[in-house]
């Protein structure tokens, strides 16, 4: 059996899979606005078909980037290809842009940036 988001994330927790494969991975693995920067300058090579795909490992993911979509996986975990880590171009391209807005502001319990993504509440 595949596993899924709601294998780990508690039923009725806001966000699933964009919780477990999206903010927690961002957390764990693009902790800075200049890696975030450096992974978007490569999706913009991507977007103009410089680049076929590109790749990204942290500290326990690894994401797989390419116009028809992107792929977060779990090195820690094994978990790889599964479907809830897996997001359109535009989506994870959103998503990054609203972290790295994040990380640019001040450190203060009062910083929140809500983006929305297709198929989720503000996240």
């Known amino acids: 059996r595949t596993a ?7 039923a009725g927790q806001p966000g699933g899979r964009y919780n477990l494969f999206l903010a927690r991975m961002f957390q764990s693995d693009i902790q800075s606005s200049d890696h975030c920067e450096g992974i ?5 090579l ?3 078909g410089d ?4 790749d990204f490992g942290g500290n326990c993911c690894s994401i797989t980037i390419r116009l028809s979509g992107v792929q977060v996986d779990y090195d820690v975990f094994d ?3 599964l479907p809830d880590g897996r997001f359109t171009f535009d989506e994870f391209k959103t ?3 609203g972290w790295n807005r994040f990380l640019k502001m001040p450190k203060s319990v009062d910083s929140v940036v ?8 503000p996240a």
């Open 4 to 10: 899924t988001a709601s294998d780990v994330v508690p």
């Open 95 to 97: 998503a990054l842009e």
């Open 46 to 48: 991507v977007e103009q």
């Open 40 to 44: 978007l300058a490569a999706m913009r």
């Open 114 to 121: 809500e983006i929305e993504l297709a198929g989720s509440s």
């Open 79 to 81: 978990w790889y290809s």
């Open 51 to 54: 680049l076929e795909m590109t």
